[in-house]
C-alpha cells in the first residue's frame, strides 16, 4: 500500500481580523514559512478572502474559507456558496466546527451536504468532529466519533474521501489551553482511521489526512505532528499571531 499523507497546518482565523489586519499578517508569515514542506493554510473570514488571496499570490500559503452552503444559488439571504469560494480562488472550506454545530444548529446530515457540496466544485473541505468533555467523562468518546463519521461522512467516493482532510477537535481542549495528551490524541485519531477504513477501505483510510484541533501552540505543536496518525493541526487562537503560528508550522 502506498501511503502519500503530508503534513497539513490550518489556521482557522475564526471571526477575528480586518482586512488591513489579515494583510499585514500576510507580509510576516510569508517570509517565515517559505521552506516549509508542510501544508501551510489560513482559514480566513469571508471579507478577508479576496485580500488574503491576493496576498498569498506567489507564497506557499493557500486560503480556505470557514464554513459555505451546500446550494448553488438562490433565496438564502446571507449564504455563501461553493461555487462563489471557487470563483475567487478559493481552495479549501472549514465544514462542521463545533461553534458552527453548537452556535448555528448544524447537524451531521448539514456537513454531510456541504461535504458533497465542496467535492462536487473541487473544494478541499476540512471536516470537524469531535467529542464534548461530559461526552468523554461519560465514556461515549468513540461511539459520537462514530457517528459524526457515519453520517456526515457517507457516500462519497474513494477519491472524494481520500481528498477530504478531517480535524479532530476535542470540543473541550478548543480555546481553554487545555490540550488532548499527544498518546491520546494520537489514539482516538486511530480510531477515527479505522471508522474510515470500515466505510472506505483500507487504502483510502491510511490516505486520509487527519489533524488535531485544541488549544495547539508552538510549545506542543512538535509533540503533537510527531505521532504516527497525527497528519498535522487545525491552529485557532494561535494561528492569529504569525511569528506564534509559523512556528507551528516549522515544527520539524
Ligand atoms: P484553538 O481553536 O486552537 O483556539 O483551541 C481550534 C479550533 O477551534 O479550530
Redesign the pocket.
Given at each position: 500500500m502506498i501511503i502519500l499523507r503530508k503534513k497539513i497546518i490550518a489556521g482557522?482565523w475564526?471571526m477575528n481580523k480586518l482586512p488591513n489586519e489579515a494583510i499585514s499578517f500576510f507580509e510576516e508569515l510569508a517570509p517565515m514559512v517559505k521552506n516549509t514542506e508542510n501544508e501551510v493554510i489560513i482559514c480566513a473570514p469571508f471579507t478577508d478572502l479576496f485580500y488574503t488571496l491576493l496576498s498569498a499570490q506567489n507564497t506557499n500559503i493557500k486560503i480556505g474559507a470557514q464554513n459555505m452552503h451546500w446550494e448553488e444559488k438562490g433565496a438564502y439571504t446571507g449564504e455563501v456558496s461553493p461555487q462563489m469560494l471557487k470563483a475567487i480562488g478559493v481552495e479549501y472550506v472549514i465544514i462542521g466546527?463545533?461553534?458552527r454545530r453548537e452556535y448555528f444548529a448544524e447537524t451531521d446530515e448539514t456537513v454531510n451536504k456541504k461535504l458533497k457540496a465542496a467535492h462536487e466544485v473541487g473544494l478541499k473541505p476540512i471536516i470537524?468532529i469531535g467529542e464534548t468533555l461530559e461526552q468523554r467523562e461519560n465514556g461515549e468518546t468513540i461511539q459520537i466519533l462514530e457517528k459524526q463519521i457515519k453520517f456526515g461522512l457517507e457516500g462519497l467516493t474513494g477519491e472524494q474521501i481520500r481528498n477530504t482532510i478531517i480535524?479532530y477537535?476535542p470540543i473541550w481542549?478548543?480555546?481553554?489551553g487545555k490540550t488532548a495528551t499527544k498518546e491520546d490524541a494520537n489514539e482516538t485519531i486511530k480510531s477515527i482511521r479505522k471508522e474510515i477504513a470500515n466505510m472506505y477501505g483500507n487504502d483510502n483510510a491510511e490516505n486520509v489526512e487527519i489533524l488535531y484541533?485544541?488549544?495547539?501552540k508552538s510549545s506542543n505543536s512538535k509533540d503533537l505532528f510527531t505521532m504516527s496518525d497525527i497528519d498535522g493541526g487545525?491552529?485557532?487562537?494561535?494561528?492569529l499571531d504569525a511569528e506564534e503560528f509559523s512556528k507551528i508550522v516549522n515544527y520539524n
Open positions: 482557522n475564526k466546527h463545533s461553534e470537524c480535524a477537535e481542549a478548543i480555546g481553554t484541533g485544541g488549544s495547539v487545525l491552529v485557532g487562537g494561535a494561528s
